[in-house]
């Protein structure tokens, strides 16, 4: 009988600790202009040299979405795909004459990665390691 209950308060134990560290739930935010993104990441952004805006968050899918504005008008988000667990660091500046950016976002298991717009005309590269260097 004694072993019966010593198992049942290790079960109790045991479960009691799996709850405690099961991760919490992501709280939910509304973003202007539609779509929702974890609240904790924020909204990321930064001023383009032509007078526009860029915006970054991280979506409920954990994917990162961009758009930009001018005046208060705003392009719908668009996925740039990725998987992240952290807000969005912007890096942009002239390289060559054109006008980059870069974003930075750390992944579940700690590595950092980034996808770079070579110049404001150009599309954006692929995500890669970025060797753990965030701006």
Same mark, same amino acid.
């Given at each position: 009988?004694?072993?019966? !209950?010593?198992? #049942?308060?290790?079960?109790?134990?045991?479960?009691?600790?799996?709850? %405690?560290?099961?991760?919490?739930?992501?709280?939910?935010?509304? %973003?202007?202009?539609?779509?929702?993104? #974890?609240?904790?990441?924020? =909204? +990321?952004?930064?001023?383009?040299?032509?007078?526009?805006?860029?915006? $970054?968050?991280?979506?409920?899918?954990?994917? /990162?979405?961009?758009?930009?504005? =001018?005046?208060?008008?705003? +392009?719908?988000?668009? +996925?740039?795909?990725? =998987?992240?667990?952290?807000? /969005?660091?912007?890096? +942009?500046?002239?390289?060559?004459?054109? $006008?980059?950016?870069? /974003? $930075?976002?750390?992944?579940?298991?700690?590595?950092?990665?980034?996808?770079?717009?070579?110049?404001?005309? !150009?599309?954006?590269?692929?995500?890669?390691?970025?060797?753990? =260097?965030?701006?």
């Amino acid at each position: 009988m004694m072993r019966i !209950k010593a198992a #049942i308060v290790a079960a109790a134990a045991v479960a009691g600790l799996a709850v %405690a560290t099961a991760p919490a739930q992501a709280s939910e935010c509304k %973003a202007e202009g539609g779509g929702r993104y #974890i609240c904790e990441y924020g =909204v +990321s952004e930064h001023q383009l040299p032509d007078g526009w805006r860029e915006q $970054f968050i991280i979506g409920t899918n954990y994917a /990162v979405f961009t758009r930009a504005g =001018v005046n208060g008008k705003w +392009s719908k988000w668009q +996925s740039l795909g990725g =998987v992240a667990r952290s807000q /969005v660091y912007i890096e +942009s500046g002239y390289q060559g004459g054109d $006008f980059y950016t870069r /974003v $930075f976002v750390e992944r579940r298991d700690g590595s950092n990665w980034q996808r770079i717009r070579p110049s404001l005309t !150009k599309v954006w590269g692929p995500w890669e390691k970025s060797g753990g =260097v965030k701006p």
